[in-house]
C-alpha cells in the first residue's frame, strides 16, 4: 500500500472539508448548551406518519423490507406526481419526471454533478444553504455570488431583495445555474411573483438551469404566498425542483429528498442516484407515500399537517421575535420556514479583536460556550467577499418545543439585566 506521503486529495476537494454544523452542533454537545442552532423539531413528528412506518414493520409482506425502485419507490414517486402536477401546472409523470434520494442534500449533490462542469459558473443568492458552493466546487465549477440586501427597515425577510441590475450582471456565456432557496434558509424570505418573473427572464434569456431548492415549501405564514417558478411560463423545462420528507413531516432523520421535472432534466440525476446510491430505504419511501396519500385528500383543510404546519408554527415565531427584542438585539420576521435571523450588535458580547479566529464565530461560540445556548453564525451562508455583510447576524431556530423556546428567553433575559 502505498504511504500517506504518495497520497493525493483531488484539488477540486480542498478547502471543501470545514462545516458549520459540524463545528457548532460539536460545540454545543461539548457546552450541553440549548440547542436552537441546527433545523430539527426537538418533538415527536405527527402521529400518522410514525404510525405509518410501524405498519410497514409489520407488513406480512417481505417486500417491504427488501430493494425497490432504484429511481424512487413506486407508490411513493406516484403520490409525490399527484401532488405537484397541481401545483406545477404541468402533467407530472412519476416515472420519467421524478427521483427520489438521501435527503434534500442528496437531490442537490445529484443535479450539481449532473450538470455542473468544470468553467462553468453557478449564481448562489446569499445568504445560501452552505452546501451550495462546496458541491458546485467539487463539481470544478465557480460559484458566482450575489447577495439580498435589507431595504427599508430591513425587519420582514420581505425588506431584503436583489438588485435587478446587479443580478443581471451576474449572467453570463459561462453561467450554466442558478440556485433559488424559496422560502430561503436562513433568512426565511419567500419571494414575491415579480421576484420570481424577474429570475426566470434572465435564465431564459441566457439559457440557464434553475434549481429550485424549496424544502420549507410548506411552511408559509399567513399574507405570504409560495410561488413555485417552475409554475412560471416557460420554466418548467429549465427547473429542477427540490423537496424533503425532513422538512415537509418533521422527521429530518429518515433522510429522503426528491427532484421534480422535465424528463429530459432527472434522466441524468436518475443515473447518477443509480450509479452511487442505487436505492433509498424502502420501508421510509413506504412510509412517506402513505402520508402523502393521506394528505392529498385533505390539504387545505383543517386536518392537514402540512398547510397546517405554519399555522402552528407562527406562535413560536412570535415568541422568539419578542424575547430577542427584549434581549437588545434586532429580529428579521421571516416570512416562510422556521429559523429567524437576528442583528447582535447590542448585545454585550466580548470580542478578542487580537484573535485570527473569525469574529462573526466568535460570538455565536460565546453564546454557547457562556450562556448555553447555540446558534447558527450567518456568515457561514455567505461568500468570503461578502461575509462581513452578516457580521453582526445570528440564526435561531424555532421549531422546538415550547419548554425549550421558553428556557431560551430565559437566557436572553441576561443580557438585559
Partial sequence: MASSSKLKVAKRIEGTDKNVWVEFGKLAVENKALNLGQGFPDFFPPKYITDS????????????????????????VSALAQL?????????????????TIGAYGSLFCTVQAFIEPGDEAIIIEPFFDCYEPMVKVAGGEPVFI????????????DWKLDPTELESKFNAKTKAIFLNNPNNPLGKVYS????????????????????????????YKGHKHIKIASLPGMYERTLTIGSAGKTFSVTGW???WTVGPAHLVKPLQTLFQNCCYVCATPLQEAVASAFELELGRLGNESSYLTGLA??????????????????????????GYFMIANSSNLDIPIDESS??????????WLTRNKKLAAIPPSAFYGAENAQLAKDLIR??????????????????????
Avoid at 412570535?318 to 434581549?327: H, I, P, V, Y
Fill in 311 to 336: 399555522d402552528e408554527l407562527a406562535p413560536k415565531r412570535e415568541f422568539m421575535a419578542n424575547f430577542l427584542r427584549e434581549a437588545g438585539m434586532e429580529p428579521v420576521m421571516p416570512e416562510g
Fill in 356 to 365: 485570527s479566529e473569525n469574529k462573526h464565530f466568535q460570538k455565536v461560540k
Fill in 53 to 76: 412506518l410501524v405498519s410497514v414493520a409489520e407488513s406480512t409482506s417481505p417486500f417491504s423490507h427488501q430493494y425497490t425502485r432504484s429511481y424512487g419507490h413506486p407508490r411513493l
Fill in 84 to 100: 405537484y402536477s397541481p401545483l406545477l401546472g404541468q402533467a407530472v409523470d412519476p416515472m420519467s419526471d421524478v427521483v427520489v
Fill in 255 to 257: 433522510k429522503l429528498g
Fill in 147 to 158: 447577495p439580498l440586501r435589507p431595504t427599508g427597515e430591513g425587519k420582514s425577510s420581505a
Fill in 396 to 417: 435561531f431556530c424555532f421549531i422546538k418545543d415550547d419548554d425549550t423556546l421558553q428556557k431560551a428567553a430565559e437566557i436572553m433575559k441576561t443580557f438585559k439585566n
Fill in 193 to 220: 411573483l415579480e421576484e420570481l418573473e424577474m429570475i426566470a427572464d434572465l435564465a431564459k434569456k441566457w439559457d440557464v438551469l434553475v434549481i429550485a431548492d424549496e424544502v420549507y415549501e410548506w411552511m408559509i
